[in-house]
């Protein structure tokens, strides 16, 4: 097997959410880029129709497109039967979609927001990941990416609802790895602060962004494209023997 080939990812399909924008449309761009079949899921069908076209553009028919909501069971599992439906299989889950609903102290937040982070972030990446192992990779194998947060991994002030959520998908992550391995490989990507609009309340911060480059080594923050090549690498062959792993991509530190 040639070096190039192990990075390959032809003949696979992969299941990308919150590929509307952001780091899920980077992601899912950087699989079909690498000869991946994408399926591209958020909550909207317009936006994710843009963002197909936007990919088979480029890459003819590499993309499709199916609206659910990441937290709600019935959408999630009309979103794998839909992906099966179509292709037979799924080869590569990346579970990116999040929320964060509020900002500031943790005892300050309502349940409420609790409960939309929760579902969203943690309990719809176990529903997905369930239907998604029993639909297909139980039998076939695979490669699940989490997209978790440098959050889950060391406290920040404003963030704290949505960091404990990242914190349970990093320890699902490594949890599944275990109880997998051999047949479906499960890692994590843990970004720091990254230029999309999902995080604009902390880059489009001046004292935040301040912060946080001073005490970066690369002085800036990450772009999108930046996170979508490691979670490429870590579905591919090349990875083959990376199970279970937090791959931290923050420029070597500097969050707020």
Known sequence: ???????????????VTG?????????ALALAEQGAQVVLSSRKQA?????????????????????????????????VDGAIARFGRIDILVNNAATNPYFGPVLSAELSAWDKTFEVNLRGVFLLTKLVYEASM?????AIVNVASVGG????????VYNVTKAGVIMLTRQLARELGGTVRVNAVAPGLVKTRFAEALWGNEAILERVLAANP???????????????????????????EVLVI??????P
């Open 153 to 160: 991994l060391r406290p920040g002030l404003g963030l704290g």
């Open 218 to 244: 690369m002085g800036r923050i990450g772009m999108p494209d930046e996170i979508a090549g490691a979670v490429a690498f870590l579905a591919s062959d090349a990875a083959s023997y990376i199970n279970g």
């Open 47 to 79: 936006d994710l129709e843009v963002e197909a076209e936007r990919i088979n553009s480029r890459f003819p028919q590499r993309a499709v497109a199916i609206a659910a909501h990441a937290g709600k069971a019935e959408d999630l599992q009309r979103l």
């Open 1 to 15: 097997m040639s070096e190039h080939s192990r990075f390959s990812l032809d003949g696979r399909v992969a299941l």
């Open 19 to 27: 590929a509307s924008r952001g780091i899920g449309s980077a992601i």
């Open 138 to 142: 139980e039998k076939k194998g695979g």
């Open 250 to 255: 923050d420029g070597g530190g500097g969050e």
